[in-house]
């Protein structure tokens, strides 16, 4: 029987978007979704043969307004986490049940392939068949599931950034809150030997994996983990032994700043931590962490409000 999810609708003026979805992921949410008015038009009018089956009802829903979602559990731990979501957040909320299998399936048709940096494309993989890729660029066929990390986010952009800048072919990586896997597929496809990631989230493991296999990449080249790189210290340990010259970090800036001391010891010399999920006006905090941890910052990626940086040992 599937699960039972409560999905938190939030409506939201167009301006206020950046800020309300800088506070929900800065309270922990681990993904959310943002359907315009502007990008719902634009969806009318690629797909213009299916007008006449839009529900007028909907147009209306979404006239003059933004709606940001998010998704929790439907018992009293879902409740707990919504109550720590929404701080700081005074708007009015809906929330609709839902089984997990339409959550996994519901917002399908809004994700598209996108481009990313110089050479990266990001494809659904039900259009694996049908999105028009350049030549020269690399393909990374994505299917996240419950696990958010689709790449439409950019703080997920500038780590892509990041690893087209600082990846070492033919050596390892190592990903710190992999979410759906994109970062470390990227990287492997990028020319990395072998992934590492790790994420708070068991239903990660699962989707990383299945997003790796949808690539091509087999159990061989890469390894998936649950659990808290801050907290759980045998997992630390773990990690300490599996040293990469490129680490990745696309968190907030509450969780890279007490990962920063164990950041050094992850890396091999001469190699590169790039963080990202880090609010702007959170930047130089961040950077000086990465500085009393003994990591200098050595680039600075900036996108619509968010940062990355990328830093290596002194």
């Known amino acids: 029987m599937d699960s039972m999810w409560l999905e938190i609708v939030l409506n939201a003026k167009s301006e206020e978007l950046d800020l309300i979805s800088a506070t929900l992921i800065a309270n922990g949410v681990p993904g959310l979704a943002v359907e315009e008015e502007e990008e719902f038009r634009t969806f009318l009018e690629e797909n213009r043969q299916y007008w006449d089956y839009v529900d007028d009802e909907l147009m209306e829903q979404m006239k003059g307004v933004s709606r940001i979602k998010f998704y929790v559990t439907d018992d009293a731990d879902g409740q707990k986490q919504l109550a720590q979501y929404l701080k700081g957040i005074d708007l009015p909320y809906t929330s609709v049940r839902l089984r997990e299998y339409d959550w996994a399936h519901s917002w399908q048709k809004y994700y598209r392939p996108l481009a990313i940096g110089k050479t990266i494309y990001i494809v659904p993989e039900w259009e694996r068949d049908t999105a028009q890729i350049p030549a020269g660029c690399t393909s990374i066929l994505m299917n996240p599931g419950l696990t958010f990390g689709t790449g439409s986010h950019a703080s997920t952009q500038l780590c892509l950034e990041g690893i087209e800048e600082f990846i070492v072919p033919g050596k390892s990586v190592l990903d710190l809150g992999c979410g759906s896997g994109i970062l470390a597929i990227a990287a492997l496809r990028l020319g990395a030997s072998h992934a590492t990631g790790v994420d708070i989230d068991p239903k990660a493991v699962d989707v990383s994996y299945e997003n790796a296999e949808l ?77 009393k941890s003994g990591l200098k910052v050595i680039r600075r990626f900036e996108k619509n409000g968010w940062i990355a940086l990328a830093a290596q040992v002194c």
């Not at 080249?221 to 907290?231: D, Q």
């Not at 990690?239 to 992850?266: F, G, Q, R, W």
């Open 215 to 291: 690539n091509g990449i087999g159990r061989d080249r890469c390894k998936f983990l649950a659990g808290n790189v801050i907290a759980d210290k045998s997992l630390v340990a773990e990690l300490k032994e599996l040293k990469a010259p490129l680490v990745l970090a696309n968190i907030v800036a509450d969780v890279i700043i007490p990962l920063a001391p164990v950041v050094p010891e992850l890396l091999v010399e001469g190699g590169t931590f790039v963080c990202s999920g880090i609010i702007d006006k959170r930047g130089d905090e961040v950077a000086a962490a990465l500085e």
